[in-house]
């Protein structure tokens, strides 16, 4: 007997000490927990609840669930009786309560379950705050609304501006630009918002919302991207520009680029490059990315299983010129001989590959693009196609090498992955669209990265000049002192030079050529992606590195 006294104080023993740790574990949960009996009246909470309902346990023990809830609201109405003692006795279920009849909003998804213990079975409730993502695609939805009156709001001004750029050639970039940054500006905060959004807890639904949301804005920004680059090549206001770049460099930038969209579906992207391949060449390394990155999109956008492929390689001509072949290679849908010599027309799309899925949507435009770019810089385009066993792009652009050959025949991504992080650095973000400002908030969060926030040109150069910035990203178009004229007044004075990165919703290299003439380091075009701000990282980085090179020279030495 005294034996079995002792074991069961030891077991007594241990049920406390569980019991302990997990009403511990329980007391640090977020969501509010509550237990009641079948009747309603509380036999539990968690700190969580208490907080909720502003009360502490002992003066929630023993009263009915349904009194100590916050009132609910229905668009800003208190709403209707809620029998919810009468749903959990019946069976598990949810729904959401809006408890604030003002913003900002206080959501909580309420969600019960009946425990059948006989003879005393109890009722289960859980409170989850939604706030923070109600807040976000309330801001969403905003964004789209806004979008919606802008667009409407600029259709008439859009039409005079049209009529009166085409009315005059030399006026024609003035109108695509104008329209560029119009649209682009809205599409900044669709886009980043979304970006964010579905890197948060959402359920299927909202998932679901968010990726369409995401998605037409992908597509809206394409279309827009093509026909303004139609346009300007019809208008014969696309030059070729003659600068050293890196092959490597460029070809791995594009396949980083489109690292998500081959995840996303599954396939592998591989890149070729041949020994004899120089490293640098001259040539307009903006017009061979959008070549690529389009030839790429194409091949991913067509492609359900299997691979996508880029090789490059390179014919030697007379002197250092020579010819750099690109091919991009997919084993995706193929294209029917008949279509083939229509690919390179506006507009053209195969009727088949137009229906094969609801998610191959385009223009049209994008191979167009390709071919004209290409003849632009004296190259060619060619397509191989056999259905159901790929397709083939072959691009061939006459080049100048100015280095040696390529190390190796196997690209590798060297750089830092999504989930690598930065040192900590001093920002600055000057823009005067609070929502922008929002954005960039939101995409430098992700990664680990906080910033001071400017309204105008002449606020940024005074806060600079107070010292401690390493980065500053400047839009162009601000009130009083725009990005530019920023930018020059920093680069006259005598501090220790930052980092600057031009924020733009304009689309046109002339853009980028004026932010190098006014001495900024880099570029970014709205709406920014959060794989374009992690290049822009990186390139900062080696911008670092090699300012404090003991040889490095300083920025008024290099000028």
Not at 180 to 185: N, V
Not at 197 to 220: F, K, R
Not at 408 to 414: E, L, Q, R, T, V
Request: overall charge negative.
């Amino acid at each position: 007997m005294n034996n079995q006294s002792s074991t069961e104080i030891v077991l007594l023993g241990q049920l406390r000490r569980t019991l302990g740790r997990l009403e511990a574990a329980l007391g640090s949960v977020e969501d509010a927990l509550a237990l009641t009996d079948f009747q309603g009246l509380v036999e539990w909470t968690n700190r969580a609840f208490d907080r909720l309902v502003a009360r502490p346990r002992l003066h929630s023990l023993g009263k009915p669930i349904d009194e100590l809830l916050p009132q609910r609201f229905v668009e800003g109405q208190p709403g209707p009786v809620f029998d919810l003692l009468g749903r959990a006795r019946n069976r598990s279920g949810r729904t959401v309560w809006d408890l604030s009849p003002v913003p900002p909003r206080k959501v909580v998804e309420v969600s019960w379950s009946p425990v059948n213990l006989q003879p005393d079975p109890s009722l289960v409730f859980v409170f989850r705050d939604l706030s923070d993502i109600t807040r976000i695609q309330d801001e969403l939805t905003d964004s789209r609304d806004s979008l919606e009156k802008q667009v409407a709001s600029r259709t008439l001004e859009l039409r005079q501006a049209r009529d009166e750029a085409l009315a005059a050639t030399g006026e024609m970039s003035v109108f695509l630009s104008t329209i560029s940054h119009e649209i682009r500006t809205p599409l900044n905060a669709i886009i980043g918002l979304t970006d964010v959004l579905m890197d948060t807890s959402l359920s299927p639904n909202q998932s679901e919302l968010v990726h369409t949301i995401h998605t037409s804005g992908e597509l809206l920004l394409r279309l827009i991207n093509d026909i303004l680059d139609l346009s300007k090549i019809e208008a014969k206001k696309l030059s070729v520009r003659l600068d050293p770049f890196s092959i490597g460099d460029l070809v791995g930038e594009c396949a980083r680029i489109m690292d998500a969209s081959i995840q996303a579906k599954g396939l592998t992207l591989e890149v070729l490059m041949s020994p004899e391949l120089p490293v640098e060449f001259q040539g307009d390394s903006l017009r061979i990315r959008q070549i690529l990155l389009n030839l790429i999109n194409n091949a991913i956008k067509f492609t359900d299983d299997g691979f996508v492929r880029v090789e490059l390689s390179y014919q030697p001509l007379k002197g250092k010129k020579g010819q750099v072949v690109i091919k991009v290679i997919d084993s995706g849908h193929g294209v029917s001989p008949e279509f083939i010599p229509k690919m390179f027309k506006s507009f053209s799309q195969e009727h088949g590959r137009l229906h094969h899925s609801s998610q191959l949507q385009g223009t049209g435009l994008g191979l167009t693009i390709c071919d004209r770019l290409c003849r632009l810089m004296g190259g060619t385009i060619q397509v191989e196609s056999e259905i159901g066993k790929g397709t083939c792009f072959t691009v061939s652009l006459p080049l100048l090498h100015t280095g040696d050959s390529a190390s190796s025949g196997i690209w590798k991504d060297d750089h830092r992955s999504p989930t690598q992080t930065y040192p900590s650095v001093s920002i600055l973000v000057a823009e005067d669209n609070r929502i922008n400002q929002r954005v960039l908030e939101l995409l430098l969060k992700k990664l680990n990265q906080h910033a001071e926030f400017v309204c105008n040109g002449q606020q940024a150069v005074e806060r600079v000049l107070q010292g401690g910035i390493d980065m500053v990203f400047m839009d162009l178009q601000m009130p009083d002192v725009d990005g530019l004229q920023a930018t020059r007044l920093l680069r006259a004075s005598s501090i220790d030079q930052p980092y600057i990165i031009a924020l733009t919703a304009f689309a046109f290299g002339d853009h980028e050529s004026e932010c190098i003439a006014a001495g900024m380091n880099d570029f970014l075009n709205k709406p920014v992606r959060p794989a374009d701000l992690r290049l822009a990282f990186d390139r900062f980085c080696l911008w670092k590195d090699e300012a404090t090179s003991p040889n490095q020279q300083t920025f008024h030495e290099r000028q």
